[in-house]
């Protein structure tokens, strides 16, 4: 399991698309973040992107939804734009998947909301009403859509481990 509700969120630098780096003790300075913890051999990050890709439009110039890939950059970029994620991307695997271990991800996709420098919440593989959830939660707080990134007619099942 990933950390728990109300843990203190580690801090991470890691390089960018760009190959810059990228501190997050920048981005939650401003406010909460989502990261998305990924790897692109992963079937069900393939099932779960496109929808943290509809979490990045609704809500990403208020609240960031940051991808960390565990895979290798140049084979991920790509990749996410066929999945339409045009959030910030993070190098994970360059440093041997030390952000992911910080937040004691297990199971990829792991997607986990830091407000606050605590982690406000946490989902693991796919999980519909979970997501929903999230999605209902980020709207409240940006105070836009609420309405379900994922429903039973998408072909998406109910759940699905990482």
């Excluded at 309405?147 to 990482?162: A, I, L, M, N």
Aim: hydrophobic share 40%; net charge negative; with cysteine.
């Amino acid at each position: 399991m990933p950390l728990p509700v109300g843990a203190d969120a580690p801090l991470f630098t890691l390089p960018d698309g760009d190959g810059g780096p990228r501190r997050l003790a920048d981005m939650v300075g401003t406010g909460p973040v989502l990261l998305a913890f990924f790897k692109i051999s992963c079937p069900t990050c393939h099932l779960a992107m496109p929808v943290v890709a509809e979490l990045q439009r609704r809500y990403g110039d208020a609240i960031p939804v940051v991808g960390v890939t565990q895979s290798k950059m140049a084979d991920t970029l790509p990749w996410l734009d066929e999945a339409g994620f045009a959030g910030p991307v993070l190098d994970d695997e360059q440093d041997r998947f030390a952000a992911s271990r910080s937040y004691d991800v297990q199971t990829v996709p792991t997607l986990v909301l830091v407000d606050g420098g605590r982690v406000a919440a946490a989902i693991e593989g796919w999980d519909r009403d979970r997501m929903n959830g999230l999605a209902a939660d980020l709207g409240d707080r940006t105070g836009r859509d609420t309405s379900p990134v994922t429903t039973e007619g998408d072909g998406r099942p109910v759940f699905k481990p990482g």
